[in-house]
């Protein structure tokens, strides 16, 4: 490209320079010609009007003498009243310039060699010759900065790119004052950006998708490992495996629910109005059994027949969460207790463990913060972001003993104003 660049700024200057060039020399040559043809014509105009100066005073002509004041010139002076006399060297012939004046008593011709045109004519070209190749010189210099200031830039570009296309999403981070070069920049660094977003949603996809498959996938063992110790009673077998059976089909709810959230939520998943006593009671069925095997109680409290606006299974997954966090973290009985505000519908998960650490408190919804060793850190996070997605919101209410609070929207315009967080009972 470099070549290319060059190539066709010297052929624009080299045409730039014939177009003026040319038609430069051709003025210049005629100009000199008539200025020559000119000053012959003045030089016989000039010894005319002495000679008859001189006759009019009274003084002889002295044409000899006259004619021999232009030493590089033929002069013929004819005296009308006495005759012709000339001077200097005759030109050869078809080389000369010819001057011719007249008066009253002289009739006078000058005629001069070319040759001191010639001359004068050769160096114009030679100096109007010397612009166009310093013309030419400085726009090849110029061509080859500005191949150098457009190549370096493409060739960083193309570097980019196939970084770009290798897997590495690392903007380029370049301007380099050309528009279209820096459109072209903005758009890979735009590429990249997006790149970078959708390998972190994967990567996020595939933590969330282990996390929240983690709940449900205990809660079936644990059903499963009491249908094989009760193996002997039909009956809690036959209960065990129902509720076995709910356990796979929501698991089969979350795998669909983490699939939508892919596909960017489909219609199914808008929030539909639930009944919040119901979801409770689903969770206390899943997770009774767990807390029962640890010797601690699951207990319910508060308002209800309450309902809100959420997408399915959405308030299930956020309550299993704050369930599985007690379960882990807490301690003691843990109760869910169920109110509501003016725009939202609440549940309180507390126990009576020694609650959030104190420099937990402030990051407690954020990615990878766990409170234990060897914890993801994406429950509460995920929590959140799930929850949000239909309008609600999660919050610490108290740090020590812990007590999570669900705000879930009321009507299907989300939150209806500020949640107020209840206090503890």
């Known amino acids: 490209m470099r070549r290319r660049l060059l190539i066709s700024t010297l052929a624009v200057a080299v045409a730039a320079v014939l177009l003026l060039g040319v038609p430069l020399a051709f003025v210049i040559n005629r100009l000199q010609v008539s200025e020559a043809n000119g000053q012959v014509r003045r030089d016989a105009s000039t010894l005319a009007r002495d000679l008859q100066a001189r006759v009019n005073s009274g003084l002889p002509p002295n044409a000899e003498q006259v004619a021999r004041s232009l030493p590089d010139r033929y002069v013929v002076i004819r005296q009308y009243s006495v005759g012709e006399i000339s001077a200097g060297k005759k030109p050869p012939r078809g080389g000369t310039l010819t001057g011719q004046a007249v008066t009253r008593a002289f009739s006078v011709t000058v005629e001069a060699d070319d040759s001191a045109l010639d001359a004068l004519q050769a160096r114009a070209l030679l100096g109007i010759s010397a612009l166009a190749l310093l013309a030419v010189a400085v726009a090849v210099a110029l061509a080859i900065l500005q191949a ?156 209800k027949n309450l309902h809100a606006y959420v997408t399915p299974g959405s308030a299930a997954q956020v309550i299993a969460t704050l369930l599985d966090n007690a379960l882990v973290h807490g301690a003691g009985v843990v109760t869910i207790r169920t109110s509501q505000t003016p725009g939202s519908v609440v549940v309180e998960v507390r126990d009576e463990g020694p609650g959030v650490p104190r420099e937990l408190v402030p990051r407690i919804f954020e990615r990878s913060v766990s409170g234990r060793p060897g914890g993801t850190g994406l429950g509460l996070a995920l929590a959140r972001s799930v929850i949000a997605a239909d309008g609600g919101q999660v919050v610490l209410v108290r740090p020590r003993p812990a007590v999570f609070a669900v705000f879930l929207p009321r009507d299907n315009a989300g939150i209806g104003g500020e949640p107020v967080v209840s206090g503890p009972a």
Not at 198 to 218: C, V
Not at 251 to 261: I, K, N, S, Y
């Open 148 to 303: 150098r200031r457009l190549t370096r830039p493409l060739e960083e570009l193309a570097r980019a790119a196939d970084r770009l296309g290798s897997g590495d999403a690392s903007p380029l981070g370049l301007r380099y004052g050309v528009p279209e070069l820096d459109q072209v920049a903005e758009g890979l660094d735009d590429s990249a950006q997006r790149i970078t977003d959708l390998l972190a949603a994967g990567r996020d996809f595939a933590a969330d998708a282990s996390h929240q498959l983690r709940t449900p996938l205990t809660a079936l063992s644990m059903r499963l490992e009491e249908m094989i110790a009760a193996a002997h009673d039909p009956d809690v077998v036959r209960e065990e495996g129902a509720a076995a059976l709910a356990q796979t089909e929501r698991l089969a709810e979350v795998v669909g629910q983490l699939l939508g959230r892919v596909a960017r939520r489909s219609v199914a998943g808008t929030p539909a109005l639930a009944s919040v006593d119901d979801v409770v009671a689903q969770q206390v069925v899943e997770w009774d059994p767990a807390f029962r095997r640890l010797s601690r109680k699951l207990e319910v409290t508060g308002e």
